[in-house]
């Protein structure tokens, strides 16, 4: 039996390149359910980054791909919408371009 289609791989980077993976789960249109634990590392960068930048080389980032994908393609930029420090849950959005919108949607609708 495989993976469900809504487990995911969570990444989340510091500024530094390291970070932590985890897993979550696809809810709704465009949400991920994870740890909060998972962000550690992003959070630190994050807090640190007083321009508020994402995502580029150096920078902090939460990505998330497919728990089946191996593909270095196959990862998506994720924001936090939503976060519980003492239930150690967080709510990630998926990423909002056109490219990673038509990606997410092929995540959540595979046949």
């Given amino acids: 039996m495989g993976a469900p289609e809504r487990l995911v791989e969570v990444w989340a980077a510091g ?18 359910v994870s740890c909060r634990h998972v962000l550690d590392r992003y959070l630190a960068s994050a807090e640190s980054n007083v321009s508020g930048s994402e995502g580029g080389p150096g920078q902090a980032r939460i990505q998330i791909r497919q728990a089946t994908a191996s593909s270095p393609d196959a990862w998506i ?17 998926l990423g909002a371009s ?10 959540r609708y595979r046949e």
């Fill in 98 to 107: 056109d490219r990673e919108a038509t990606r997410v949607y092929a995540l």
């Fill in 15 to 32: 500024a530094d390149g390291r970070g932590e993976c985890g897993s979550g789960w696809i809810v709704g249109q465009s949400g991920v």
């Fill in 77 to 93: 930029d994720c924001t936090i919408a939503w976060q519980h420090p003492a239930r150690d849950l967080v709510l990630l959005v």
